[in-house]
Structure formats: C-alpha cells, structure tokens
C-alpha cells in the first residue's frame, strides 16, 4: 500500500488494523491444523524437545496462515458475491489483493524455511506441498471447475497431522497415513450435511457445489459413501503404533453413531427434511465436528498414556 | 517542538506498528529459542565467522 492510499483509506477511516491482517490469515482453520499438526507431532514414537515442537507447530500454523491468505486473494471475487464472505478483508477493500497476495507469498517462504531450520527438510518439503496443492490445485484449478471441489480441498486440511509426524520422525508411515485418511474422508460428509442445510450463495459465485449440479438426492448418497470408506480408515488407525484400547473405544462408538447418522440423511427426502428444518442434517454436522476432535483427542490421550507407560497395545 | 509533524496516519497505524513489533520482538525469540534448544541437542556449533572450520582443517602429519 503507497502513502497515498494509506491515506485516502485513513481519512475515510477504513485503513486496515492489525486484526484484518490476522483475519486474512483465517485463525479457525489456523486453530484446526495447529490442534492436528499437534496431535500428529504428540502420536510420533520420536520425541521432540518443546522448543522445536513449538517452532514446529508455529510455523505450521503460518503456513497455513499464508495459505489462507493466498485463498483470500484469489478468491476475492467469489466472496464479494457471498453473503458469508462479502466481510473478508478483501472484499471489504480493507486490504488491497496485491497486499494479501504478497503477505501470502512472504509467510509461506519464512514458514517452510523456518520449519525446514529447525526440525528437517522432509517435514518443510510437506509444507511447501501442501501450500502449493492448497493454492495451486485447489483453489485456482479445481474449485471452480469440479463439485468434488470439497473432497480435494479436504487434501490440503489433512496434510497438517502429517507434517507433525515428519517433524517428528523425518518420514511418514502408515500412522500418518492413516491420520491423512481420518481428515480427508471426513472433509465431505461434513462439508456436505453443511451444505444440505444452509442454502449458501455458491451457485451465483459460480462455484460447483454438489448439492447444485447434482441434486440434493446424490449430496445424501455421496455422505454415506464417504462415511462408509471414513469407518475402516478410523477404526483402523487403532490398531496401528498411534491406537490402543480408549482410542479405538472411542472410534467405535464415534463411527457407529456417525454411520447412523449419514444412513439417517441418506433416507430422508427434501420434503421430510424441510418439514423439520433439517434436523437430523444439524444434527450429522454438529456431530461430525465432534467426531474429529475427539478422535484427535483420543490419539493425543493414548500419546500421553503411552508417555506414562500406560497406552498401546 | 517535535522535530517530526505527527500525522493522521501515524495515529491510524498505531496499532498495526505495534502488532508488527511484537511479531518481529516474538520471531528473535523463537529463533534464540530454537538457537538453544539446537545447542543443547548437541547439533553442531562449528560456525563460519572468522574461525577455522575443523571439518574442512587439513589434519597435521607427523
């Protein structure tokens, strides 16, 4: 930004703070991906001293920042046209693309330089695809041109467990693999019992979403695939080097409700659905959020009983 | 009398400036921290100023 539009902004008191900045970086899914990164550094049977742990997960979380960012300048004509999103920095004119675009660029080099000083260049090489598949794949190809947007879109939110992993352990496994798997199959369940019930703005952005182009009858089908591949991924997490016996009593209880759930949705039809505003749809989707914290949760609490020579099998 | 004339923009940016210090104060304590943690490790202190590198010293015959 020049002086000189740092000023007309000034004077019409619309120069962006501190905050809009930290807005353009989306601190909830920052807050998600720190949460999993974390979980994935926690579950790796290497330990990390505090420090770099911290560092680790810090510039995870500005990766992901920049990510957002990035999004934000891309996408600022879609979200000038939605309601959800008309109040994005960008959109707002608080902060300029140019602006977005280059703070977006400068933390993505200073996150993937950073973590690949302090912990390995393996775990940096991930972060640096996931910015890029994020950016790249998702947000300039593939969103705007296919409704299985959401299912790659979940690709770049379950590479962050992953990356904690490499920190720690300078590879991946299957345990990362499987951690991958959980977030990646549950992205569209969750996404879509969204989308079921909140009539979103997406068709006139033009953004392909599934309940538009194919119909709300194939969204229901579509969340009881994915929930019924999610099972197998989840349950099977438990019995690798991360599980043990109160994760995997968790994941059959959090499974089974959650598959109960998506065969509920599927049953349905639109006119059951609108009779009781979409209760069981609210219902799947405030669940699903659960279903992934506490799956996370259960993977750090068998971490930490393993620490104390209690976990795993 | 202030030598600078304290502008509009100044007041505005308030806010912004001291979000950027803290960020750039927070980043020299992460890279000290790091710094340490790296020593305490036990990764390799060898450095490139103004002293010989004993990886690269040639060793004396005899």
Redesign the interface.
Known sequence: MTDATAHTLASRGGEAQFGDYVALMKPRVMSLVVFTALVGLLAAPVSVPPMIGFAAILFIAIGAGASGALNMWYDADIDRVMKRTARRPVPAGKIEPGEALGLGVALSAISVVMLGLATNLVAAGFLAFTIFFYIAIYTIWLKRLTPQNIVIGGAAGAFPPMIGWTVATGGISIEAVLMFGLIFMWTPPHFWALALFMKSDYHKARVPMLTVTHGRAETRKQILIYTVLLVPVAIGAGFTLIGGPVYLAAAGILNALFLKGAWQIWHRDEVTAEADGYAVEKRVFRFSLFYLFLHFGALALEAGLRAAGMGGW | MPITKVH??HK??L??N???ALCLVGFMA?VF??T???I??GASMEAFDHQPRVSITPPEEG
Request: proline share 0%; net charge positive.
């Open positions: 509009d923009i505005h940016r806010g912004r001291i979000g950027v992460i921290g790091l340490i943690a790296k305490r490790q």
